[in-house]
């Protein structure tokens, strides 16, 4: 973020409206977080599935950055908390979903898999299935 608020008379009101839209999910993201870590701390263990490292993740690092203002900082707080939150649920869900199902979705309509699915069964593969059921 090359200091983007200082630009403000350029973008104007545009920033103004669009910034408690930003900053207004973050209650709501810490609330998931919240849940989230109940979830995962209580549910993996209960199901034999290993923990994932919240670290690897999420990184709030950049307003170390001296060159940054503080407004910058603080920005890049939010966003390093954000997408690295976002990144550890989608983990978390992901590997919940291997656990449970880890059947592949029907391909075509433009949707587009999620890079943890690569390994799933392949969607509508009925033996491979009930394989995998009597694995467990």
């Not at 669009?18 to 999910?25: D, M, S």
């Not at 609330?31 to 209960?46: K, R, S, T």
């Not at 592949?104 to 898999?113: I, Y």
């Amino acid at each position: 973020m090359y200091n983007k608020i200082s630009k403000l008379p350029q973008k104007g009101l545009r920033h103004l409206l669009v910034i408690p839209f930003i900053w207004g999910i973050s209650v709501p993201l810490v609330i998931l977080d919240f849940f989230m870590e109940i979830y995962h701390h209580v549910a993996f263990p209960l199901c034999g599935i290993p923990l994932v490292k919240r670290s690897n993740y999420i990184r709030v690092d950049r307003q170390k950055l001296a060159y940054l203002s503080t407004i910058d900082k603080l920005c890049c707080m939010y966003c390093g908390y954000a997408n690295g939150f976002a990144s550890y649920m989608v983990k978390i869900a992901g590997d919940t979903e291997k656990y449970w199902c880890g059947i592949k979705h029907k391909e075509g309509g433009g949707f587009v898999p999620q890079p943890h699915q690569k390994d799933f069964l392949p969607y509508g593969d009925e033996r491979a299935f009930k394989d995998f059921i009597d694995k467990k």
